[in-house]
Structures are given as C-alpha cells and as structure tokens.
C-alpha cells in the first residue's frame, strides 16, 4: 500500500520570525492609499484620498522634490547616514548636497553614504536578513537596515505633509501602504522589502507589494495613450477589449518585461511569466563613468571622488540631464563643463593639459576640448553610452516580436524613467517595427500612480503566470526498478522509504485566477509530541518533470511556518488543514485546527 508522509524541517523555537505575514485588506475602506516607488536611481511617493478616487481616480498626489534649481517629482535614492549607523540624517538631493559640503570639509569619512544600492537585491541569489552592503566609501551596512530607513523617512514624510489636508489626526490604519518591486525580482527579495517595510514601521496587514509594470499597466489603462508618428502626426490608441501588449518598465536598474491581455469586462491577464534583466539607464551612466576614466585614468577619477565629491556628484547630475536628450538620428554634439577640481587633480598627476591625454585615446577624433574646460562630444560618443543596454533590451523584446503568431502583441507601452530616453523608444521602434509603440506622458511617474491604484483594487489583475514549478518534499514507499538507489531510507519501524520526492502543487506556466487555491492538505501531524509548531519545506523548480528535491533545477524556497498548536493534547490528534492561496503578487497561507477550527499563525519564511 502506498503511503506519503510530509518531510518536515528541523528547526529549533527560537529560529522561527517573529512576524507573521497577512495579507492587507482587499478592495480597503482606508482613508488614503500611498505607495512608495523605491528605485534604483531616483524615488518617491504619491497618495489619494478615497473620495478623489472615487471621482477621479487620476487625481494623484505626488511628492515635490527641490533639486536646487527647480521642482522634481523624483529624488535621487541618495542616503545620507550618521556616523552612529543608525539615524537618517537625509535624502535625495538634499543627501547629495550635505555630503558633498561634508567631504569638501574633510568631514565624511564617519558618515554612510549610500547610492543606487537597490541592484544588490537582485544580483544577490543568497540574499539574507544578514545581507550587508558598502557605502560609496567601502563602509558596510546590513542592507535592511538602509533600505528600512528610508521607508520610514518616506513614510513620515507623506504623513507629515498629507495630516493637514484632513480633519483631526491621520491615524496609522488610516492608511493603505503600497511599495514597488519590480516583477522579476525573485520570492527573496520581496520578501526583504516586506521586512524592511516592516522594520519602517508599517503594519503587516496594511501593505501591498505592487510589481512594476503591472502597476504601470493599471495606470495606463486609464489615460489617454497618444502614438507619435514619424510624419509629426499623432492618434489616441486605445487599450480596448482583446488588445495584447507588452510592457517594458526600463527603470535605472532593471527592464521588466511583461505581455497582458485586455478581458472583456476591463480586467487584465497576464499572458507570459516576467522576464528582464538589468538593462537600466544605470548602464548608460557606467558607459560614461569607463569614458572618464580612459581620459582621466581611475587614479584620477577615484580621487577626484574621495576629495570632492561635491564636484563628483555635480558631473553625474549634469550628465542625468544631458543623457535625455541624446535621440538615434540627432547631428548635434554635446558640451560638458568639467569641475576646475578635476583638472587640477589630473595636471597634479599626470602633467598632461587635456588634450594630449584625448589625443591618446580612441576619442582623439570625436572629442574636443573647449576653453580648457569643456569637452564637446560627438553625437556618435554620446549614442554609444547606450549601446550596451539597448542591445541586451532589444535582442530580448525581438524574441516576442519575431514570433507574433505565438503572442499576438499589436502595442509596446515604454513605462519607467529610462523610457523618457529618445535612444531608448527609438530603438524599440527600428527593432520591433510591426508594433507600435507608447510613451505616456511622464512615463517615469505612471508606475508609482499605478501603485496607487492598485492600492484600491488588488483584483484587477485576475490572471498571473506562475513563475516556477512549486511542490513539497515527501516520503514514499520505495519501489525496486522505479526509484533510484541512492534515495532509499529505512525508518524505525523498518519501512523502506524513498527520500526527497518532489510533490508538485503549482506548475511553471500555469495561469493562477485570483484567489485561486493551489495547494491544499489537511490533517498534518506535527513532528513529535513536544513541539507546538511544523515547518515545511517547500520547494521551486525550474523545470516542470522534476522528480527530487536533489535535481539541480530544483531549490529550497523557504519553509511554511505554523505556530500555536496544542501540547496538550496527543500528537495524533494534533491535525493541522493547510491553505495556499494566491491573491495579489504573493502566496497566502492559511493554516486551522483540524478538530477546534481555530485559526493558527501561518506565513511563509524564505529567508534566512
């Protein structure tokens, strides 16, 4: 007779977290709904309140930034900590301009300074609560910790300025919380942006985590979208019933990917998993940072950096400004004033004026030196900044165009800041003709509105594609000829088992509704009699056939953690119902005593 027994992890009391993962309120009744749109290059905040929504749902407020030379809806992810490693001193521009001041001073070098640290997340596969990252100094910091912290500046500072707009005090459950991720990131790092959201003080049960160009998508859905053509001309495309489209959110870090279909009734289906990779506008910035440094030498630059960084940050941010004007067709070249200090640190070291050291390079043609502190760029140096990210993002979307009759796209929506980019948009529409291709206007804002709609309605997007293969690890009678050798366990009563057999609940592909049960089991039984808890492995896999836990597609996701059971009553009778439900962009569990039907705490961990 077949038997299947569940194969629990061992883990000690003190081992399981604190929290407890529930899922925020569906279609909520808060006052006001906020997302954060924490990003790898510039973020911010936006909020509604529910009676604007409800007139119009987009009349969004959002966060006014001072650049120091005018008004920007986005801020630098710049962070600026104490020395004690512990107190935001500031953020965004502001972060830039005390460390630059602090660093003219000599002052610095106590104080964390951390900038476009968000990468880490997704570069990081064995990414832990413990994860450290280094400043731009070398300082290390766990990387909760930094990521925590600005949530919380973010969050007290939509309170601080939305709690006059309303009678009396705006209360913490007033408050819808949505924060961004994007799409491809894995299970792991949504879930350390949970905790840190956490840590920042918002309640676990009144935050969404929102995936990016889903976000944008909802957005877009409800303006106007205008198609530019090469003739001047201009039409209203509309994102009617039956219309598939792939949006392509290419922010400062990375380019999600994702295909969604429109239902009939106004709903989205998301037709294909999301893919992608770190194809953002920081690659453009690292292409100018290599032409630096084969003009001035990595010596130079990096002291330059060290000694004043106040100048350093201010040629970044000139070239942020220059870079959004670069198009594929433009004539015209682009002048670039160098700081006074960089100069002199380069005569200092090398004794070379400017010019020499261009005519030294492959840049001798096509880059001048004006007044003796300008560099004038062809338009051929400046388009080529980007040459790295726009072939790893249209080689990617030629795979979806090349074979339409497969996926059906007739529109390409360009959502995220580094879709403002000329170079970008033109590119997409030389390499992906048949499409046509959408820019909303300002595209770098529509994913953070769209967190706010989402903040209102989880269930709009109905259809999700399930990522991986998900299953449990079990025991099973061991069959001779079917199962191999090397799987073989015997138990204390003499049983020969087989070990590490992947049971599937979920597979790769499958298009999950929302609220969709996926894996459902009742009567677990806990370990042994002393235990008042069960953790469960459960597992992922890319490949759909995997049989074991031990194939190498196959890895241990995170542990399905239930507390709470009774002691005092035999360990057979001790029957836990387990539910896994997928709402939103994560997995639910709910877990019952099988005799009370009382409710028990249950999450899923995934990291360690």
Not at 308 to 327: C, N, Q, W
Not at 343 to 355: A, H, M, V
Not at 505 to 524: D, P, S, W
Request: proline share 3%; hydrophobic share 35%; net charge negative.
């Amino acid at each position: 007779m077949h038997q299947r027994l569940l194969r629990f992890y061992s883990r000690r009391q003190g081992d399981i977290p604190t929290y407890d993962v529930k899922m925020a309120s569906e279609n909520s009744s808060q006052l006001l709904v906020a997302a954060i749109d924490f990003g790898t290059t510039f973020s911010s905040w936006a909020c509604s309140f529910r009676h604007d929504y409800e007139k119009d749902p987009t009349k969004i407020r959002v966060k006014e930034w001072n650049s120091g030379v005018g008004i920007s809806s986005k801020a630098p992810t710049s962070v600026l900590i104490r020395p004690d490693g512990e107190t935001l001193e500031a953020f965004g521009y502001d972060a830039e301009d005390k460390y630059g001041r602090l660093a003219g001073k000599d002052e610095h070098k106590d104080w964390y300074y951390f900038i476009k640290f968000k990468m880490s997340l997704y570069n990081d596969k064995s990414l832990t609560r413990r994860t450290i990252i280094n400043d731009e100094m070398g300082k290390k910091m766990a990387a909760i910790k930094v990521i925590s912290l600005v949530i919380r500046y973010m969050k007290d500072d939509l309170c601080k300025q939305m709690e006059p707009k309303i009678a009396g005090k705006l209360l913490p459950e007033d408050i819808q919380w949505v924060l961004t991720v994007p799409a491809i990131w894995n299970d792991k790092a949504r879930q350390f942006m949970r905790e840190a959201a956490v840590q920042a003080g918002i309640s676990d049960n009144q935050l969404l985590i929102s995936l990016e160009p889903e976000a944008a998508s909802l957005y877009c859905r409800r303006i106007p979208l205008e198609l530019k053509e090469s003739d001047g001309t201009s039409s209203i495309v509309p994102l009617s019933s039956g219309t598939r489209y792939i949006v392509v959110d290419a922010g400062g870090g990375t380019t999600d990917i994702t295909i969604h279909e429109i239902l009939e009734d106004g709903n989205v289906k998301e037709m294909y998993k999301a893919t992608g990779g770190a194809w953002g506008g920081q690659e453009v910035d690292e292409a100018f940072k290599q032409f630096l440094i084969k003009i001035f030498g990595a010596p130079v630059l990096q002291k330059f950096k060290v000694e004043v960084m106040e100048d350093y940050i201010g040629l970044f941010r000139e070239f942020e400004l220059k870079k959004r004007k670069v198009s594929l067709n433009g004539n015209e070249g682009l002048t670039f004033s160098i700081p006074a200090s960089l100069l002199e640190i380069f005569r200092e070291n090398t004794g070379e004026t400017l010019t020499e050291a261009i005519n030294q390079t492959q840049f001798a043609s096509n880059v001048r030196v004006i007044k003796e502190n300008k560099l004038r760029l062809d338009p051929s140096i400046m388009r080529s900044f980007f040459d790295t990210s726009l072939r790893s993002v249209c080689e990617h979307l030629q795979t979806f165009h090349e074979d339409n009759e497969k996926y059906g796209i007739s529109v390409a929506l360009l959502v995220g800041g580094y879709a403002e980019s000329p170079m970008l948009s033109g590119a997409i529409r030389e390499n992906c003709s048949s499409w046509k291709v959408l820019v909303p206007d300002d595209a770098s804002l529509t994913v953070l509105k769209g967190a706010v709609l989402y903040g209102y309605d989880q269930s709009t997007i109905v259809y999700r594609v399930a990522r991986y293969t998900y299953g449990v690890s079990v025991f099973a009678d061991f069959i001779a000829g079917v199962h191999p050798l090397e799987q073989l366990v015997v138990n204390d009563e003499g049983n020969c088992l087989c070990d590490n057999i992947f049971e599937t609940f979920l597979t790769e592909g499958t298009l999950l509704r929302y609220g969709q049960i996926v894996y459902e089991q009742k009567g677990f039984v806990p370990p042994d009699s002393k235990t008042n808890f069960m953790n469960i492995e459960i597992y992922a896999s890319t490949d759909e056939d995997t049989k074991f836990i031990t194939n190498g597609c196959c890895f241990l996701l995170g542990n399905l953690i239930v507390t709470g059971l009774d002691t005092s009553i035999p360990r057979s009778q001790r029957k836990v119902d387990v539910t896994i439900t997928h709402k939103g962009t994560d997995l639910h569990v709910y877990a019952t005593d099988t005799q009370s039907g009382r409710k028990l705490n249950a999450c899923i961990d995934l990291l360690d």
